[in-house]
């Protein structure tokens, strides 16, 4: 269901370019862009996963001054934009959150570049969103992508976004337009 539709962008945990668990940084442009992004196409919240607290006073501040600062009134477009953005400390969090609001556990789709186990295409994506009652939260990673113990927590991984290039190093902001698009594109409803 279009109406049901969730996204969050983890801080943590996520891999370093090593393959350990780390913790990136919050960046001003993910906020804005993805929640301009979400709620674009009608997502309902869009959830800012970090667990440092000077992180998340980066993010608190980014949302207060567009949701109830001078910016709200300078660019009500931003702020309606940023209104769906949540902040949460771990991603078990999010689960609760939507639990609560919906009555039951959304179905968790893992993105990342790579092919994974139990990979669907975009289409069956955008069917499972459009036919199932549950509610549907997309994971998407930073840093060097999600630990397994995240994608383990998933019931699909989509399709890695591929261009027509040996060169696949997206955005994040990027790929979540791009997954956002490929996954509900003209299906939004208001």
Known sequence: ???KVYTALIHYPVLGRDGRIITTAVTNLDIHDIARSSRTYNVKKYYVVTH???QQDIVKKVL???TEGYGKTYNPNRSDALSIVELKSYVEEVIEDIEKEEGQKPIIMFTSAKVRPNTISYEEGKKIILNDERPVLLLFGTGWGMPKELEDM???SLEPIRGKSDFNHLSVRAA???ILDRLIGEEVSY
């Open 154 to 156: 998933c019931d699909y």
């Open 64 to 66: 207060g001054y567009w």
């Open 176 to 178: 979540v337009a791009i």
């Open 1 to 3: 269901m279009l109406n």
């Open 52 to 54: 440092l607290p000077a």
